[in-house]
């Protein structure tokens, strides 16, 4: 199947780090991507991990360990428009599927 | 400056009733994406068409009709079979090929039954 996992809401404070969680269980997989959207918006792509490791874009960080089925997304330095939610999607094939979505809140 | 562009941004239906949502994009890519959005929920994939004139049923296909007679254009019409239709409708495209290519999103179409 091709059930992504992750959770529905989180809390951080301005300034601090965030990881946000996403388990898929997929095959064909070509690549676990990440987005932000802002309430009403479209999403946007933030980042993507084909290979095992870590990749670094800023503040923005994404991990994927492939014999895991597991990803994060790592915020560092949050700032108040991070608040927003962000998606975990699957490419497998040429489709994509999407997890339902973490709502970040960030405070001051 | 290349883009994908929805329209119209807000629409209210009465029961019944057809309606086609346009979703039209200027950046050559080959694959174009219908998506729902409903609260606490992923995306769910509608149809999707990797090529003119073809296209493949997503998901939740149900109640939804698709054309491409453009490689730019990829209407969705909502028609009185779909028993919930009142959601926010993403379009999407992506540069065609297996393997991983980065999605590209409209702005998206609020609809509302009435």
């Known amino acids: 199947g091709q059930n992504i996992d992750q959770p529905t809401e989180m809390t951080a404070t301005e300034g601090a780090i965030v990881q946000i969680n996403c388990t898929y269980q997929?095959?064909?997989?070509?690549?676990l991507f990440w987005y932000q959207q802002h309430a009403g918006e479209a999403p946007t792509f933030l980042s993507y991990?084909?290979?095992?490791g870590l990749e670094e874009k800023g503040r923005f960080s994404s991990f994927l360990s492939r014999s895991k089925g597991y990803s994060y997304l790592l915020l560092k330095e949050l700032q108040m428009k991070d608040s927003a939610s962000y998606l975990c999607s699957d490419n497998y094939g040429q489709n994509f599927v999407f997890g339902p979505g973490t709502r970040l809140s960030v405070l001051p | 400056d290349g883009g994908i562009t929805q329209s119209p941004k807000y629409l209210f239906r009465k029961e019944g009733q057809n309606v086609t949502l346009s979703c039209e994009q200027n950046l050559n890519h080959d694959a174009m994406y219908w998506y729902r959005q409903d609260p606490g929920q992923g995306l769910r994939l509608i149809y999707y068409?990797?090529?003119?004139?073809?296209?493949q049923k997503g998901d939740i296909a149900e109640g939804y009709s698709v054309s491409r007679e453009k490689k730019e254009s990829f209407p969705l019409t909502v028609t009185s079979a779909q028993k919930n239709p009142t959601a926010f409708y993403l379009c999407?495209?992506?540069?065609?090929?297996?393997?991983?290519?980065?999605?590209?999103f409209g702005a998206g179409s609020r609809l509302t039954v009435l």
């Open positions: 997929t095959s064909g997989f070509n690549g």
């Open positions: 068409s990797q090529i003119v004139n073809d296209f």
């Open positions: 991990n084909v290979l095992d």
């Open positions: 999407a495209s992506s540069i065609k090929g297996p393997g991983a290519n980065v999605l590209t």
